[in-house]
């Protein structure tokens, strides 16, 4: 018996590694910003901003000297150990991630939002965006500056926090430190003030508070007879003849990771699906070859039978697109999930990959605008500008998305106001209304043959992508938000709810009709190049460098949805109800009858 070893969905918010040195550390910080704060956060009170008490279990903080236990950092270990010292310093640590945790968590209008002073440098008033706070006194200091690394060594106090990140700064090590207690500390308190601020609306009160998965008595008895397989998922694929258009797209969802927390957590069992040429169940079996012990490259073969069965066009040995099979792909998956209904559906593709486009028509006469919304899977994106120019068009991704919602002008024959009820010219625009946990794009990089172009060909144009995204200049909320009595420099809702990160890229090398797909993918921290069945470590520049024709992002803080019973529960629980009252309705019927019969034998004797 085999278990796969458990994954986390996402880690939900990236810390400052433990290697990271002060001097790499300090590139990244900045201190103009128009944040504002409570000036008393980072006073002595140990108390949080709002009337909120913090109640979480840490992990038992034992000497780092016992059995040869070995610390991120001797003198933070040190300092946890001793009993009044150390929670002291939770308690102001605490404080301080649960300020951050709050301010990104506040979807209030910023023009509604109370004014109060933004934290300030002690020694050169700098107006701090990052604010390290020293955790053994009020001082609140800038990086750049080095004032807050003076303070700690001319008053001889040893640690300060990043207040974005959690990191803990030693002056004694004069760099970053890790320690898995205060890392539990960070995860807990930011996990407990999203729970506390998070709404929905469909629902007025909070998110469903966190409960950590513990194995019951006979869970822990069946784990321990199991053979724990190693939890990696660099493994090749044959091409079983010019399928690399296959092999990379299935990489790309080997490496999701909504998909494969799907899949690898037994939702879809293979041995319990009746359904035939089931996509799942092929999707099932992919991660189990991939996450198995055998390292030798794998044939998708009956992956491979099973689109040809239930896809026509994806059938033969001729080339394919990898983005027609990509959504041919997800409409198989959507078709044999649990789940699947043509309303609402909730199926594990739409879950991952469903979102929501927003058209806006606004007439030029009388100002009526008209507002359709459809589903979206992914988003393709045109390369050439409006003159149908390539060079000299912004060749970004972001260059890419500005185009998309850009507003577009519509003449008479194209547009015919329903207000009034005439042919007038208007303006169009695309935006994102509602952002998918998984952002898949496609770069129109093949133009086809068609009446005013004679010759298919590609557009082989480097276009420029980032390892981190931020998509509310594209959303309708924001938009909307610009449009009415927004700044330009400040968006809705938490910033955390538009930040997306890359973990899969997909190339095309060569011409339409000879051309071959390879792509990156990250697992964990690292990158990976898959060419078929050559997996080659590599690194994040070369991927970023690479001529990519599809980016995949996932999102950096997944949404949550307040615990809704299913409808086809509720409906199940009121029929049983009812047909429980009816079962007493006939009972109570069949005892008048029978008391009836008794009292008609009585008198009649």
């Known amino acids: 018996m085999y278990a796969r070893c458990p994954i986390p969905v996402l880690v939900p918010h990236f810390r400052v590694p ?19 704060t409570q000036p008393t956060l980072f006073g002595d009170e140990s108390v949080p901003a709002t009337d909120v ?35 002291g310093v939770l308690k102001k640590y605490k404080t301080v991630v649960a300020w951050h945790a709050r301010r990104i968590q506040d979807t209030s209008p910023p023009a509604k939002r109370r004014k109060v002073a933004a934290p300030t440098c002690d020694i050169c ?9 020293c955790l053994s006194c009020s001082f609140a200091g800038c990086w750049p500056g080095g004032h807050i690394t003076s303070h700690l060594h001319e008053t001889g106090h040893s640690f300060c926090v990043d207040t974005r990140s959690g990191s803990v700064f030693c002056a004694d090590c004069d760099d970053f430190v890790y320690d898995t207690a205060i890392d539990a ?30 194995p019951s008595e006979s869970e822990s008895a069946v784990l321990k007879e199991v053979t724990l397989l190693p939890c990696q998922s660099r493994r090749g694929l044959l091409n079983l003849g010019q399928t690399c258009f296959l092999n990379v797209i299935l990489q790309c969802f080997i490496h999701n990771p909504l998909l494969r927390n799907y ?46 069965k239930v896809s026509a ?32 559906c909730n199926c594990i593709i739409h879950q991952t990959f469903a979102g929501q486009l927003q ?70 625009r695309l935006s994102i209304r509602k952002l998918p946990p998984v952002l898949s794009f496609q770069f129109k990089r093949f133009e086809h043959k068609t009446a005013s172009k004679g010759v298919p060909q590609k557009i082989d144009t480097p276009v420029r992508f980032p390892a981190s995204l931020n998509m509310a200049p594209y959303t309708t909320l924001t938009m909307n938000h610009l449009g009415k ?25 060569g011409q339409m009709d000879n051309g071959h797909y390879t792509n990156f993918a990250r697992f964990r921290d690292e990158w990976y190049r898959f060419d078929d069945d050559r997996v080659t470590l590599s690194n994040l520049g070369a991927c970023l460098n690479s001529n990519a024709y599809m980016c995949f992002y996932v999102k950096r803080h997944l949404d949550y949805k307040p615990y809704m019973k299913p409808t086809y529960r509720v409906t199940r629980d009121n029929d049983i109800v009812r047909e429980q009252e009816q079962e007493k309705l006939k009972e109570m019927a069949r005892m008048k009858e029978v008391d009836d019969a008794l009292m008609a034998t009585i008198a009649g004797d």
Request: proline fraction near 5%.
């Open 53 to 87: 008490t913090f109640d979480i279990s840490l992990p038992a903080i034992s000497d780092p000297t016992e059995s040869g236990e070995t610390m991120g950092c001797a003198h933070f270990a040190a300092l946890l150990a001793a009993p009044q010292a150390g929670d």
């Open 485 to 509: 009595d927004g700044d330009g420099s400040t968006y809705p809702g938490p910033g955390a709810m538009y930040e997306y990160d890359l973990f899969a890229v997909i190339n095309h090398e």
């Open 313 to 344: 066009e994806m059938s033969g040995y001729s080339q394919q697109d990898a983005h027609e099979f990509f959504i041919t792909a997800l409409n198989q998956i959507h078709g044999t999930c649990r789940g699947s209904t043509n309303i609402s």
């Open 185 to 214: 500390v960070y995860l807990s308190t930011v996990i407990l003030i999203e729970e506390q601020m998070t709404q929905f609306q469909v629902s007025k009160r909070p998110r469903e508070p966190y409960q950590p998965w513990m």
């Open 125 to 133: 008033n700098a107006t701090l965006s990052r604010p390290f706070v």
């Open 18 to 36: 433990s290697n990271l040195s002060a001097r790499s550390a300090a590139n990244n910080m900045s201190t103009t910003s128009s944040d504002t």
């Open 263 to 308: 899949f690898l957590s037994d939702r879809h069992n293979t041995r319990l699906c009746k359904h035939t040429d089931c996509t799942c169940c092929e999707m099932d079996n992919l991660f189990s070859e991939v996450y198995s012990s055998n390292q030798t490259p794998f044939g998708p073969t009956s992956f491979l039978t099973t689109t040809w």
């Open 359 to 428: 058209s806006d028509v606004t007439c030029e006469r009388c100002g009526n605008m008209t507002s359709t919304v459809d589903p979206m899977l992914d988003i393709s994106l045109e390369l050439r500008g409006k003159g149908g120019e390539v060079s000299g068009v912004e060749n970004t991704l972001a260059g890419c998305l500005r185009r998309f919602t850009k507003p577009e002008k519509l003449g008479t024959k194209e547009y015919s106001c329903s207000k009034c009820t005439k042919a007038h010219e208007a303006v169009k």
